[in-house]
C-alpha cells in the first residue's frame, strides 16, 4: 500500500463512476467496516480510534451515502459488491479482515461470494442472511412498504421512527443524538439503492460455503435482527463463532463499543495464528 494511504485522515477515490469516501487510521493488517443503511463512515469513530493501535482500520461511505456519490437507485447487492471490490483494489488492501453491520453484513456476505478469496475473515454484526434471507415474507413486505413510504418523509420523521427500533430503551441521549445526526444526512436516493440492493436478497444458500473464520456479534435485544436470525445464522457457516452482548440492540459498536471493541480483537487474535 502507498504510503498515501497511510495514517490518519479522511480520503475520496474514484471507483468506476462514482467518488467513494472513506475514514483511514492506523497500521497493521487491514480491517475495512462496512456501516448499515442511514449511516456512513461516521458511526465507525470509536472503532477507528480504538482498533487503529493493531490494525489499519479502513471505514467507508458506501455509495449513495455520507461524502460518497450517489449510484443508480436500483442496483443490485452484485453491484455494490463489485464497488466494494474496486474500492479494496484500489487501496491496495491485501486479504482484509471484512465487518459488516446490519446492511454491511449483508454487502460483506454477498461480497464473499462472488470475492471468496479476498477476506481473511467475516466479522458479521447485527447480521441477515438479506432480509428475505433471515426475516418471515410478511415481515420483509412491511419493511419495504415502510421504507417507501419513509423515503418521501422528512429526514428528521425517519429517524425518530427508526431510532427506537435501534437501540434498547435505556440507551444515553448522548449516543441516540449522536446516531441521529449521522442518519438525518441521509439521502434518499442511497436508501432507495440499499433498500434495492439488500431488501428481497437471500443469502442462504452460501452460508454453508463460507470457510473462513466468521464472526458473528449481536445484541442480545436487537429488535431488526433477533436471536433466532443469530442462531440460524451460526448453524448455517461452518465452525462460526457467535458472541452475543447483553442488554444492548442493533447498533452494537455505539451502544456498547468497549464491549464490541474487545470481542473483535479477541476473535482476530484467536483467529490469526491460525490462518
Known amino acids: 500500500m502507498s504510503d498515501h494511504h497511510l495514517g490518519n485522515h479522511r480520503d475520496e477515490v ?34 477507528l480510534d480504538d482498533l487503529s493501535d493493531q490494525f489499519m482500520v479502513v471505514a467507508w461511505d458506501a455509495p449513495g451515502c455520507g461524502r ?44 464473499y461470494r462472488l470475492y471468496p478469496a479476498v477476506p481473511k475473515t467475516l466479522l458479521l454484526v ?3 442472511a438479506g432480509w428475505a434471507g433471515s426475516l418471515p415474507p410478511d415481515v420483509v413486505e412491511d419493511r419495504i412498504q415502510m421504507v417507501k ?29 449522536e446516531l441521529s445526526a449521522i442518519m438525518v444526512e441521509f439521502r434518499p436516493a442511497g436508501l432507495k439503492a440499499m433498500l434495492s440492493a439488500a431488501a428481497r436478497i437471500d443469502l442462504r444458500e452460501m452460508l454453508p460455503t463460507i470457510n473462513v473464520p466468521t464472526l458473528l ?25 457467535l458472541v452475543t452482548v447483553p442488554g444492548v440492540g442493533h447498533v452494537v ?12 480483537r479477541n476473535f482476530l487474535q484467536i483467529v490469526l495464528p491460525n490462518i
Open 14 to 47: 474514484k471507483i468506476k463512476n462514482l467518488k467513494i469516501a472513506y475514514q483511514c487510521r492506523g497500521k497493521g493488517q487491514p480491517l475495512v467496516l462496512l456501516h448499515g443503511a442511514l449511516a456512513d463512515s461516521r458511526v465507525w469513530q470509536r472503532q
Open 149 to 177: 413510504k419513509q423515503i418521501e418523509l422528512p429526514p428528521q420523521q425517519v429517524v425518530e421512527s427508526w431510532i427506537p427500533t435501534l437501540f434498547k430503551e435505556s440507551v444515553p441521549k448522548d449516543v441516540v443524538e
Open 217 to 241: 456479534l449481536y445484541g442480545e435485544e436487537d429488535q431488526r435482527s433477533p436471536l433466532e436470525v443469530a442462531e440460524e445464522m451460526h448453524a448455517a457457516i461452518p465452525g462460526s463463532m
Open 253 to 264: 459498536n455505539l451502544e456498547a463499543p468497549e464491549e464490541f471493541n474487545t470481542e473483535v
Open 68 to 111: 460518497s456519490s450517489d449510484p443508480d437507485e436500483h442496483i443490485g447487492s452484485s453491484d455494490y459488491a463489485g464497488y466494494l471490490a474496486a474500492f479494496i483494489k484500489e487501496l491496495g488492501l491485501k486479504k482484509p479482515h471484512l465487518l459488516g453491520l446490519s446492511f454491511g453484513s449483508v454487502l460483506a456476505l454477498e461480497f
Open 126 to 128: 447485527s447480521a441477515y
